[in-house]
């Protein structure tokens, strides 16, 4: 019986998970290291991506996606990570991108925009500016009316998957006076007069994945926009919900990988005539981590399960990502100890991860943030509680 705790997978879960190792062991996994070390876009990755249907896993059968609920989905995003960091970051990217526009999107939209997605034509979620991350309401790209449609200014920031997405969900100030209850989104294409993506970031980790800049200064149709004008904070707020239980998934994957470079480094190297695992500083360490991924684990499946149930992640979810993040970074930082002066140089594995996991606990909100959310909702519950509206849990 494997040490870390499993999902019991079934149906369309187990047949997805099965579909993505497959994919993974033979064309994911073979390219990590180059991707880490070129800085390269996968492009071959996004094709058999769409080919097999993990490009709109998450999409509606109807728009022309997989239809894999939440459940079904974090599998795949382990699998896929177990193999390579960057990979499985696309994919969530990818995913991400979708929701403000199943959410909150038209008819023809979702057919357009989600159809393009499940092709592999990638939708990117722009939120950040280069002045503003955690601090989401105090963006400052605008939108202005302009004969019938939006003369959209600014310069969203740290995209993921930005520049080899086609499109991109613009957030924008419409009326800056309002502050968060003043932002809309809108439909970009990175094609229109007057977008530019003229700077891609040369990151620490996941160097297979491509993040950019995006300016703006562009005319949006009125039919651009998706969902109520000037409500749009929310909208991607609640799409955060869902993409920081993916990320919680990336986590996973990337902690497994790390636990199982630990652990075969661990019996096969010898010190002092002995295996170190012999020595209870390296086996409580790999105990400590198994601990600690399958409880985190749990919670992450349990995220996607609350999820799938129509109930609300908020909290949840800010948890999965916070304690599924740190988790796989005590997982790195274990087998790039365990492996040591190896740990510490290119190209071992332990160092690859140890560098892909640190955005873990920073994009898509950090851990300062996470925490911030679950402290305001321990807030708000104590002083209900306090004031006899609900009672003390
Ligand atoms: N799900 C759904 N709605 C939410 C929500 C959530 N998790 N969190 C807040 N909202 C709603 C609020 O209910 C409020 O709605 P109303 O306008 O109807 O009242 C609205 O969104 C604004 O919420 P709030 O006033 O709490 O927003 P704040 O500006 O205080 O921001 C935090 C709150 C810090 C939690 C938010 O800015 C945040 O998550 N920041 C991190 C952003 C992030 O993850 N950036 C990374 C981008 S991807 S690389």
């Known amino acids: 019986m494997a040490v870390i705790w499993k999902p019991d997978l079934s149906g369309a879960a187990a047949e997805w998970q099965k579909k993505a190792e497959v994919l993974t062991e033979q064309h994911f996994a073979p390219l990590a290291e180059e991707l880490d070390r070129e800085q390269r ?13 993990l490009a709109g896993l998450f999409i509606p059968k109807e728009y022309g996606g997989g239809g894999a609920s939440l459940s ?25 991108g979708a929701f403000p526009v199943l959410l909150a999107g038209r008819e023809d939209q979702k057919k357009f925009y989600l159809g393009e997605m499940a092709k592999g034509v990638g939708t990117s979620f722009a939120l950040s500016e280069r002045s503003t991350g955690s601090d989401a309401a105090a963006i400052e790209a605008t939108g202005v ?22 499109y991109y969900v613009a957030f924008v100030k419409t009326d800056p006076a309002a502050g968060g209850r003043g932002i809309s989104a809108f439909m970009v294409d990175k094609e229109a007069e007057g977008a530019t993506i003229d700077e891609l970031s040369d990151k620490m980790g996941i160097r297979g994945t491509q993040t950019s800049n995006l300016k703006l200064d562009i005319v949006a149709p009125e039919d651009a926009r998706v969902g109520e004008h000037n409500r749009a ?24 990988a790390a636990y199982r470079e630990a ?29 600690e991924i399958s409880a985190a684990r749990m919670m992450l ?59 873990l606990e920073i994009y898509e909100g950090t851990s300062e943030i996470q925490r911030l959310v679950l402290g305001r909702a321990i807030q708000k519950e104590a002083e209900d509680a306090a004031s006899g509206k609900v009672a003390a849990q």
């Not at 876009?41 to 249907?53: D, L, T």
């Not at 995003?77 to 970051?89: D, F």
């Not at 904070?233 to 497994?256: D, E, H, P, Y």
């Open 41 to 53: 876009y996968p492009w071959e990755s996004i094709e058999v991506m769409a080919e097999n249907g």
């Open 72 to 96: 079904e989905t974090i599998p795949v995003v382990e699998t896929v990570g177990i193999g390579c960091s960057s990979t499985s970051a696309i994919l969530c990217a990818l995913q991400l």
């Open 145 to 166: 009316q302009e004969g019938g449609g939006w003369r959209l200014r600014g310069e969203k920031y740290w995209i993921g998957n930005g520049g080899a997405s086609r």
């Open 233 to 256: 904070l929310k909208l991607a707020f609640q799409t955060l919900n869902v993409g920081r239980i993916m990320v919680a998934a990336q986590s996973m994957g990337l902690a497994i």
């Open 263 to 291: 652990a075969s480094r661990a019996v096969s190297r010898r010190a002092f005539g002995k295996p170190i695992i012999d020595n209870q500083g390296i086996a409580f360490k790999l105990a400590d981590v198994a601990t």
């Open 301 to 359: 499946y349990e995220a996607a399960r609350a999820y799938d149930a129509g109930r609300d992640v908020a909290n949840i979810g800010a948890m999965a990502k916070l304690y599924c993040s740190e988790v796989a970074h005590r997982a790195a930082d274990a087998a790039v100890q365990i492996w040591g002066g190896f740990g510490f140089c290119k190209p071992c594995k332990a160092e690859r991860l140890y560098r892909d996991q640190r955005v």
